[in-house]
Nanobody, 126 residues
Framework: QVQLVESGGGSVQAGGSLRLSCAASERTFTSYIMGWFRQAPGKERQFVAAISRSGGRTDYADSVKGRFTISRDNAGNTVYLQMNSLKPEDTAVYYC???????????????????WGHGTQVTISS
């Protein structure tokens, strides 16, 4: 059982930045593809970004490309999401997820992830 704990959420004005962290309890952290998803009130959970086990491949939703950067520290069992140029539409609860699946083609599918954190709130004001 992998436990994921997100931190770093908060409230900032549009144009600002936040850095989310997700600490994993699992010593075999490198066994997992890591992803970030978000869910705004009244909306479905949405893929944001994913990173391969080695960190050599990253994938992003079109809505965050060029503004968000996902990275991971395998020695520290932590994945990060650096969010720049934030917009009000980025407001959501952000979730970290870990998946054992192999195909990079499905990184955007929440159903393929095995473990989830409890989420951290990000609020962007205009």
């Amino acid at each position: 059982q992998v436990q994921l704990v997100e931190s770093g959420g908060g409230s900032v004005q549009a144009g600002g930045s936040l850095r989310l962290s997700c600490a994993a309890s699992e010593r075999t952290f490198t066994s997992y593809i890591m992803g970030w998803f978000r869910q705004a009130p009244g909306k479905e959970r949405q893929f944001v970004a994913a990173i391969s086990r080695s960190g050599g491949r990253t994938d992003y939703a079109d809505s965050v490309k060029g503004r968000f950067t996902i990275s991971r520290d395998n020695a520290g069992n932590t994945v990060y999401l650096q969010m720049n140029s934030l917009k009000p539409e980025d407001t959501a609860v952000y979730y970290c997820a870990a998946g054992r699946f192999l195909s990079a083609q499905v990184v955007g599918l929440s159903s393929r992830y095995d473990y989830w954190g409890h989420g951290t709130q990000v609020t962007i004001s205009s």
